[in-house]
């Protein structure tokens, strides 16, 4: 029969409940940028733009510091939980996609 993969793009609760399915073989990829510095920065521009919504009463800053120690609660578990057997850096979108695949090909092994 024919092998297949599926990519989900998954935030660490959804990640947990896939983890917990049985039979099912997650391969963890962890996508991130290379510093929270950029991680900030990017989620700054989603603020101003609107793709992070600002809560009506809440100024823009304490969405961006609440959203930063999120990210970084994610990082931490991304580090310890063992769920992720890859780390992609995505800085350089073609280099991105090529570890990408490199990971999907992994599944198959």
């Known amino acids: 029969p024919a092998r297949r993969a599926v990519v989900i793009d998954a ?3 959804l990640a947990e409940q896939l983890v917990a399915v049985p039979g099912l073989r997650i391969v963890g990829v ?3 940028l290379d510093s929270l ?3 900030e920065t990017r989620l700054g ?3 101003a733009t609107g793709e992070v919504p600002t809560p009506p009463g809440e100024e823009a800053e304490a969405v ?3 959203r930063v120690r999120q ?3 994610d990082i931490e578990y991304g580090v310890v939980s063992g769920i992720f057997e890859f780390t992609i850096l995505n800085d350089d979108v073609e280099e991105s996609l090529k570890e990408l695949k490199a990971a999907a090909q992994y ?3």
Do not use: G, Y
């Open 71 to 73: 990210v970084v609660k």
């Open 30 to 32: 962890w996508v991130s």
């Open 11 to 13: 935030d660490v609760e």
């Open 45 to 47: 521009q989603q603020i």
């Open 107 to 109: 599944a198959f092994k």
């Open 64 to 66: 961006l510091r609440t």
């Open 37 to 39: 510095e950029k991680i």
